[in-house]
Structures are given as structure tokens and as C-alpha cells.
């Protein structure tokens, strides 16, 4: 019992002796950044702290719970695809820094640095992001050209590609916000990312519309506009109106001042002739009994 105990204290004093570990140290800031597609450097220097020559005998890098690269006796014993020592001569550089060749979505995540040497060991822990940008937009109508008048158009703007599910909005070419009608769908792609795509129904549809778009932290990440071949039925009633004012209704003006013309003289020369009997007719129009005369009311 007695000798259990002080081999437990013996562990106890030799595990926190090595754990001191002044000799080595691990230059290992705890967050990284990687972007979708590009490589990514998780920064770890292994260093020496009394300046004498060291050798580095094992390294582990983990991903979680998986090895990504490993030396073993100072040799390269595995390297996980996509993952290798940043730098070629890390062994004389004592510079274990990993690369990451290829940044995926799923390369986010906790990474431990394991690194034993002829005058200790040491383990870092970081923690790898990774973001991925929106491609620029993609707009369509699902009228297509010649958009009749009266009838609702369906614009999509479609962006691929986000670490995140984004916004988009929308915008004519007054500067008029449609956002609040539009309808936005994000998903997940089997690669991580992920794919927005928002819908506009406009009951009258100006000629111009912009749609951006911007990732979930609020930065503005693509852009890109439609125009839309209206066929403005309004616009064509108008010009046919037009044409049948110039051919139809001078011509009908010209006509009708002519006949009011006639009658005017019609009546001017009917009235003289009066003037002229007025004499005889005098008489006959001031008994007030007497009818007047059917000639003078008929219609010419
Ligand atoms: C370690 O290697 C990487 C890749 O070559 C380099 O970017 C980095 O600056 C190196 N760090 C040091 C301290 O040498
Ligand atoms: C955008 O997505 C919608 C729905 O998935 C689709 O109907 C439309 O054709 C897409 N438009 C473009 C320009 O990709
Ligand atoms: C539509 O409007 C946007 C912004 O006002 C402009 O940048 C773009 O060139 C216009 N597109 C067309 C085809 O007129």
C-alpha cells in the first residue's frame, strides 16, 4: 500500500518536473484563419528556450481525434491528403507548421501540435476557421424577353458558395428597396457551403433590378443587375393613338369646321333676307298671337 502511494507521488513530482518544460516551447497562436479553397497555415515553431541544438524526434498533428501527419524518429511517417509541413526544412527550422493545401469546410475545427525533442515535449492546441465568399450572382425572370403589361414577373438572383447563409437584396433602378417582397431560400451544398437563391414577384416591373449580396456577417459580397425586355403594351397604345390623331382626326377637325362654317353662313344670309321682309313681318310678330313662321325654324 505504502509503496502504491509513493510510486503515485513519484509520477505525481516526475509528470509536473517534465511539464515545466523549459527547455521547449511551442509558438502556436490558439486561432487560426483559412478560406474555402485556398491554402491555410496553422502556425507552430517549435523553439529550443536555452539556445542549444535541438533535435526533433516526433510530431503529431491531430485534427480532433484524427492524425493528419505524423513523424515518427524523425522521419515523415504519414501525411493525411490535403495536409503536409508548411515548411520543407522544418527539421532544422524546428518550423512544424501545417499546411493545409486545399482549405474544405470541413478542415474547420481544433488542431493539436504534438512535438517531442531530445530535451522534452510539448502540445499546443488552435482553432482552424474557415470562410468562404458568395460567387457573383446569377439574375433570370422566369418571363424571359417581351414581358407583357399586366402580367406579374418572377426574378431570381441566385449566389453560391457562402460559409454561411447570407441576405439579398433588391433594388430598381430609382434606388427603390424590393427586399421586403422578396422570399429567400438558402440550403446546404454537399460540400459545406451553402447556395441562396431569392425570388421577387413584381406586379409592375420597372425596366432595371439589382440584387446583392452580402454574407452573415453583414458584408456586401456580390452583385448584379437585370434588365427587362418590356414590350410596354401602354407605351405602343399610345404612339398607335397617336398615329390616328395625324390620319384621322385632323382630317375630321378640317371637315367639321367646314360644315359649321357653312351653316354659320347659311344662317348669317338667312337672317339679311329677314331683315330685308322685316317691314311686312312687323306687324305680324309684335300681336305675339301670330305663330311665326315654320320657315325660320327650320333646320338647315
Ligand atoms: C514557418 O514556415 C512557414 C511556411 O514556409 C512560414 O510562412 C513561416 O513564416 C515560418 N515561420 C518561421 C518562424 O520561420
Ligand atoms: C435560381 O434558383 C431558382 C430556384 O432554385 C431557379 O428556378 C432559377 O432558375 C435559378 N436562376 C438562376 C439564374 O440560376
Ligand atoms: C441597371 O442599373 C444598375 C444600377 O443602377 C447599373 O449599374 C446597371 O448598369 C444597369 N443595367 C442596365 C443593363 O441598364
Known sequence: MASVVYCLLLTCLISSSKSVEEFLSLDCPTEHHGVYGQRSLVKCIAKANMGEITTIKHVTWKKGAERVLMVTAGKLEMEKDGFQFADPDWKVNMNTSLLLTNTKMSDMGEYECMVWTDVGHKT????????AKYQTPTMNSIQGENIKDNTDVTLFCNATGGDQIGSIQWFDE????????????GSKTENGLFNLSSRLVLKDPSSNYTCLVFNARGVQEGKASLSLQLMSMSGRDDQTSGDLHARYVAPLVIIGSLIVGLLV????CRRRSRKARRPSAA????????PVTTEEYVDP
Open 124 to 131: 499546443a492546441k488552435t482553432h482552424l476557421s474557415v470562410t
Open 174 to 185: 430609382f434606388g427603390t428597396n424590393w427586399t421586403p417582397n422578396s422570399e429567400l431560400v
Open 265 to 268: 353662313t347659311v344662317l348669317i
Open 283 to 290: 306687324p305680324l310678330m309684335s300681336d305675339g298671337h301670330h
